[in-house]
């Protein structure tokens, strides 16, 4: 289905900007995210996000659009509250192997 599908450089730029910033509702102004500042709690918060949602791909006018829809990836999967004690130590070991891979 993707095979053909292109992406022009406003729309990558527009997915580039979503990721980087969000729209801070007390601050009334956009916030850079720092990526690098995420601890593993926080990781693992974005991770159990997105298990509440599935992607879905629909034609729109001849086009592809890409949402999200309400999905039962989280309650399926038995995804549930993890120390940090535990999930740093495995998330430094998986970091650390990647990174000696590389």
Do not use: W
Not at 5 to 21: A, G, I, S
Not at 22 to 35: E, G, L, S
Not at 76 to 84: A, C, E, N, Q
């Amino acid at each position: 289905m993707l095979e053909d599908t292109r992406l022009n450089n406003k729309v990558l730029l527009e997915m580039m900007h979503k990721l980087c910033y969000f729209y801070d509702d007390a601050r009334k102004t956009m916030v850079r995210v720092n990526y690098g500042d995420l601890d593993v709690e926080e990781f693992g918060s974005v991770y159990e996000g997105l298990l509440e949602y599935q992607p879905v791909i629909n034609h729109n006018n001849g086009k592809l659009v890409f949402s999200f829809e309400a999905g039962t990836g989280r309650s399926s999967s038995g995804s549930h509250y993890t120390p940090k004690s535990l999930c740093g130590r495995s998330f430094n070991i998986r970091c650390n192997t990647l990174l000696t891979t590389v």
